[in-house]
Nanobody, 129 residues
Framework: QVQLAESGGGAVQAGGSLRLSCLVS????????MAWFRQAPGKDREFVAS????????????SYADSVQGRFTISREDAKNTVFLQMDNLRPDDTAVYYC??????????????????WGQGTQVIVSS
């Protein structure tokens, strides 16, 4: 079993920055691909970014949703079992609950939320104009 705990959410003005953290704990917790998803009120949960585990064939590779490409950066410190999402130049449409997710597959991490094995409780991000 793997447990995920997000932190770092909050309220900022448009153009500001936030850094989300996801602490991963549990058996072999570092050997997972990690991703961030978000869900705005009344909308489906959507993919934000992913990072493949360095031990995989495609290890270390990252992927981003078009809407955040160039503004958000996913990174991980496996020695600290932590995944980060640096969010810069935030916009009001980035407002959502952000979730950390872990996937134990060996291929490129998927972009559909129902393929992920473990989830955190989410952290709220509010961006005002």
């Amino acid at each position: 079993q793997v447990q995920l705990a997000e932190s770092g959410g909050g309220a900022v003005q448009a153009g500001g920055s936030l850094r989300l953290s996801c602490l991963v704990s549990g058996r072999e917790s570092i050997s997972y691909a990690m991703a961030w998803f978000r869900q705005a009120p009344g909308k489906d949960r959507e993919f934000v970014a992913s990072s493949a585990w360095s031990g995989r064939v495609n290890g270390g590779s990252t992927s981003y949703a078009d809407s955040v490409q160039g503004r958000f950066t996913i990174s991980r410190e496996d020695a600290k079992n932590t995944v980060f999402l640096q969010m810069d130049n935030l916009r009001p449409d980035d407002t959502a609950v952000y979730y950390c997710a872990a996937w134990g597959g060996i291929a490129t991490p998927p972009k559909t939320f129902d393929e992920y094995d473990f989830w955190g409780q989410g952290t709220q991000v509010i961006v005002s104009s």
